[in-house]
């Protein structure tokens, strides 16, 4: 297969490639518009494959995506192409209402308009978030793949539409599209905004490691290549029409998260900077984010039922090669961060 990737130069994209060109015989055509997060260094050990492609495209560029469809015949497209990050969202809205929802829509048309001309076997397969879920306040339920969306952020709410959009050209003009729902990633490349690497960059160079409120928010953690199988595994043989749900079955509180990347510090990088005794002393609580979601909990058994996926990493040895990676890789991030 010849697979249109959106959003490839980002964290989740960019594993999602590395997966397809060394693990199987499908081509990729990488589309980005190369953002804040994006980074095609995580793409070396796929670049110089002459089963991958590059495209600096903005998904917001429909003549572009016309372009791209009709020069490369795709016969799938993985749509990751999205700002994601809720803080940024708060602040500044605009980007997100543009990327997730115009972007999709525009993808969604080109994608149409192509695959009304003939070519029959196409999949168009939209990856989400377990964020459109809205929040669960018990400690047994489960986000399910019929779970109604109920958004809290300006960001989940731009994932939740994109999402109404996709099922939308599936009802309405019959356009074979796949959805997935994913909870928390973590793993190597991911831009140092988000809560893991922002821990361990900021902790390795002795600066505050913020935690919102008292840190209780619970998720669940999947590990970033655990999660490209996934996605991969629901392109080749999923259902068309339907979703699916990916989770790590590794709830964990964001204060947990923190402490255990303090622990392991201890012992990966002893010498400390800031003139704390422990990584743990540089743990600093904030004042929490606006509307900010208590639990995220999957539900995945109807991928593991029907597709026969399940993580290979626990919480506990992803975080570890996590972290030993940010180690040894921190000279290309430059610190400090936020939240």
């Known amino acids: 297969m010849n697979i249109l990737v959106t959003g490839g130069a980002g964290f989740i994209g960019s594993a999602v490639i590395r997966h397809l060109i060394s693990n199987t015989a499908h081509s990729v055509v990488n589309v980005d518009k190369l953002s804040y997060a994006s980074n095609l260094s995580a793409l070396e050990s796929a670049a110089d494959s002459d089963r991958y492609q590059f495209e600096k495209v903005d998904i917001c560029d429909q003549p572009e995506l016309i372009r791209l469809f009709e020069q490369h015949q795709p016969d799938a497209v993985m749509h990751l192409a999205a700002e994601s990050h809720v803080d940024r969202s708060i602040t500044g809205p605009a980007a997100f209402i543009q990327t997730n929802i115009i972007g999709t829509y525009n993808l969604l048309e080109a994608a149409r308009q192509y695959w009304q001309f003939g070519h029959n076997q196409f999949r168009f397969h939209h990856i989400s978030t377990d964020e459109v879920y809205g929040d669960l306040h018990?400690?047994?339920?489960?986000?399910?793949?019929?779970?109604?969306?109920?958004?809290?952020?300006?960001?989940?709410?731009?994932?939740?539409?994109?999402?109404?959009?996709?099922?939308?050209?599936?009802?309405?003009?019959?356009?074979?599209?796949?959805?997935?729902?994913?909870?928390?990633?973590?793993?190597?490349?991911?831009?140092?905004?988000?809560?893991?690497?922002?821990?361990?960059?900021?902790?390795?160079?002795?600066?505050?490691?913020?935690?919102?409120?008292?840190?209780?928010?619970?998720?669940?953690?999947?590990?970033?290549?655990?999660?490209?199988?996934?996605?991969?595994?629901?392109?080749?043989?999923?259902?068309v029409g339907e979703t699916y749900n990916i989770g790590g079955h590794n709830e964990k509180k964001n204060i947990e998260v923190v402490e255990t990347i303090c622990q392991l510090l201890e012992d990966l990088v002893p010498e400390k900077q800031g003139g704390v005794k422990r990584y743990r002393d540089l743990i600093t609580f904030v004042a929490d984010r606006p509307g900010h979601d208590y639990r995220y909990a999957i539900d995945a058994s109807k991928i593991r039922r029907e597709l026969s996926w399940v993580p290979e990493e626990t919480f506990a040895t992803g975080l570890a090669k996590t972290v030993e990676w940010y180690v040894r890789n921190r000279g290309r991030f430059s610190c400090p961060f936020k939240h």
Request: some cysteine.
């Open 138 to 239: 018990g400690t047994d339920d489960l986000f399910t793949e019929s779970t109604p969306y109920a958004p809290s952020s300006p960001y989940s709410a731009s994932k939740a539409s994109s999402g109404h959009l996709v099922r939308a050209w599936h009802r309405t003009y019959g356009l074979p599209v796949l959805v997935t729902n994913c909870s928390n990633n973590y793993g190597p490349w991911q831009f140092p905004e988000k809560l893991i690497p922002l821990i361990i960059l900021n902790a390795i160079a002795g600066k505050p490691l913020p935690v919102y409120g008292k840190g209780e928010q619970i998720r669940d953690w999947l590990y970033v290549e655990d999660h490209a199988r996934a996605l991969c595994k629901v392109l080749l043989e999923g259902k």
